[in-house]
């Protein structure tokens, strides 16, 4: 079975631009979770989604948005880019609490952005 | 709000020795904890988990972890260290929200081993 899937792997945009990220979960797996890593620090919740609805939000600004798609792949967008958001950005997906399991994330390889 | 802190930005082990990186936790009710470990330029790999039950949690790569509910520490070890270990690991709690979810990452710790 395949793993996580992100698009793009690398990319490099300019200050005011907009970005995309794109994410596919694990086969079976109904919940994903959006995290940036900047360069040596550990991963910050940004968004999480379950049946196509926000279940959990983390401290960024609304320049940054997500969405969750029939077949449970998602988007992160991010607005007016700002150097500040070059980072690795991991989507990570799980099975949803109240399936009697534990819910541990299954990561991408993630996109890097670097915005210049 | 639930939080993990790890103390050592890096820990250095020779190769054949234990290794314990180190994990303390703050939650309120029962904690569910992680240990994760990133490669270079890689997306996290779990690694194993403390749900409830006996304290010593047995992982991959031959990882184990100990919960200590007195000390409030969730320290990953693992008995003979091999140069392939050297990676970043990351101590992590799941905090319950309303309808969803959300994992709390320490901020790291580097491990080197060293042949």
């Known amino acids: 079975d395949a793993g996580v899937t992100q698009s793009p792997t690398h990319l490099i945009k300019t200050r005011g631009q907009q970005v995309t990220l794109r994410c596919s979960p694990i086969?079976?797996?109904?919940?994903v979770s959006w995290y940036q890593q900047v360069l040596g620090q550990g991963p910050q919740f940004i968004f999480q989604?379950?049946?196509?609805?926000?279940?959990g939000r983390g401290n960024f600004p609304d320049r940054f948005s997500a969405r969750q798609f029939p077949n449970y792949s998602s988007e992160l967008n991010v607005n007016a880019l700002l150097l500040g958001d070059s980072a690795l950005y991991l989507c990570?997906?799980?099975?949803?609490?109240?399936?009697?399991?534990?819910?541990?994330?299954?990561f991408g390889e993630g996109s890097r952005l670097t915005v210049l | 709000a639930q939080s993990v802190a790890q103390p050592e930005d890096q820990v250095n082990v020779a190769e054949g020795n234990p290794l314990t990186v180190k994990c303390t936790y703050s939650?309120?009710?029962?904690?569910?904890l992680f240990w994760y470990v990133q490669y270079p330029n890689r997306g996290l790999q779990f690694l194993l988990k403390?749900?409830?039950?006996?304290?010593l949690v047995k992982g991959s790569y031959g990882f184990e972890a100990e919960f200590n509910k007195s000390q409030t520490s969730f320290h990953l070890k693992k008995p003979s260290a091999l140069v392939s270990d050297s990676a970043l690991y990351f101590c992590?709690?799941?905090?319950?929200?309303?309808?969803?979810?959300?994992?709390?990452f320490g901020a790291g710790t580097r491990l080197f081993v060293k042949a």
């Open positions: 990570a997906s799980s099975l949803p609490p109240g399936t009697g399991l534990t819910g541990e994330l299954f």
């Open positions: 086969s079976g797996h109904k919940s």
């Open positions: 989604y379950y049946e196509k609805e926000e279940r």
């Open positions: 939650v309120s009710g029962n904690p569910y």
């Open positions: 403390y749900i409830t039950g006996d304290n």
């Open positions: 992590a709690v799941r905090d319950m929200g309303r309808g969803g979810f959300k994992t709390i």
